[in-house]
Every structure is written in structure tokens, then in C-alpha cells.
């Protein structure tokens, strides 16, 4: 999904947490396209959070990326700044896309956030067994667009036809 958005411009925000996000970079990265991380730390290598994906800030800039903090340098990450950094994620963003989220994550305060800033609320649907997919099934019961490809995120933003190609249709395991 990452790649189409990022090869029909849109600019890639994420938290740079271990997992999805630490994913959505990359592979932004990879396809030269635009990225922004926000921190729930401070910006200095020292205190980037998590540290494991220092390394990936720095490529973040290296490659013209932008790396956003609210915290001045050597601030350590809180509990409490994960949440706070999420705000300003959805505020960055035109919409908000939700991957994974059991029923007590981060993105479904960013989902909320996102939808308090009159921003679009997109989300993978996912099995009914599993907790990852909890939130982002409930999201969707509760309004949020169902993405199966980028192409969902580019027809409601009016950047492509609306006719699906084959490599859009989705096959079951």
C-alpha cells in the first residue's frame, strides 16, 4: 500500500515505532518518496525511541525526511508521550490508515485524534480470530473507509480511475 501512495505523492507520517510504522518508513524510503517520523522522545540520537530504529531516523533524514519532535533534546520517552505524539501525527495528515490494532493501541487513539481533526479514517479489515484485528475491524463497523489496496485511499482522494485492474482484486488463503 505504502508504495502506490508514495508513488502518487502522498507524503508518508508515521511514529517511527518498532513494527508498522518502522515498515511504512522503510518502504517509503525505498520508493524515494516523501516521510515524516514523530517522536514521543526527544530528537537527539541518544533518546529516540525506540532506539532500535535510530539508524532508520538518520536514513529518515539523510534521504531530505523529516524527523518531528515536541520534546527538547534528551527528553526520554514516557508512557504518556506515545499518545501526545499521535495528535500531532493526525494533525500532519489528510487520513489516517489503521494496519493493525488490538483493543487497546496507540493507532485507535491516533484513529480518534484523526477523526477529532475532521481528517478521513482508512482501515485493513482483518481476521475475526485475531486481536490485531480487533481494532481496525471495529473501526470499520464504525465508519472508518475499508482499504484492501492503495487504490481504496487514491479513488477517495480523486488521484486515480476507478477502474480496478486485476492486480487489485484480492485473493483468499
Do not use: C, W
Not at 61 to 72: D, F, M, Q, T
Not at 160 to 165: F, I, L, M, Y
Amino acid at each position: 500500500i505504502v508504495r502506490e501512495l508514495v508513488g502518487h505523492g502522498l507524503t508518508i507520517v508515521s511514529g517511527l515505532a518498532m513494527g508498522i510504522d518502522a515498515v511504512a518508513h522503510r518502504t517509503t524510503l525505498e520508493a524515494s518518496g516523501a516521510t515524516i517520523a514523530v517522536l514521543g522522545s526527544g530528537p537527539d540520537d541518544r533518546t529516540i525511541a525506540p532506539q532500535t530504529n535510530s539508524v532508520l531516523a538518520q536514513d529518515i533524514l539523510k534521504r531530505n525526511g523529516l524527523i518531528v519532535s515536541e520534546y527538547p533534546a534528551r527528553s526520554e520517552a514516557q508512557e504518556f508521550t506515545f499518545p501526545q505524539r499521535n495528535r500531532i501525527i493526525s494533525g500532519l495528515s489528510k487520513g489516517v490508515l489503521v494496519v493493525e490494532a488490538d483493543t487497546r493501541s496507540g493507532a485507535l487513539i491516533t484513529a480518534r485524534l484523526a477523526l477529532e481533526h475532521n481528517r478521513d479514517v482508512f482501515s485493513v479489515p482483518g481476521g475475526i480470530f485475531s486481536t490485531k484485528s480487533i481494532g481496525t475491524n471495529r473501526l470499520i463497523q464504525q465508519g472508518a473507509k475499508l482499504v484492501t489496496s492503495a487504490r481504496d485511499i487514491l479513488e477517495e482522494y480523486g488521484q486515480t480511475d476507478a477502474q480496478p485492474r486485476p492486480s487489485d482484486i484480492a485473493s483468499t488463503r
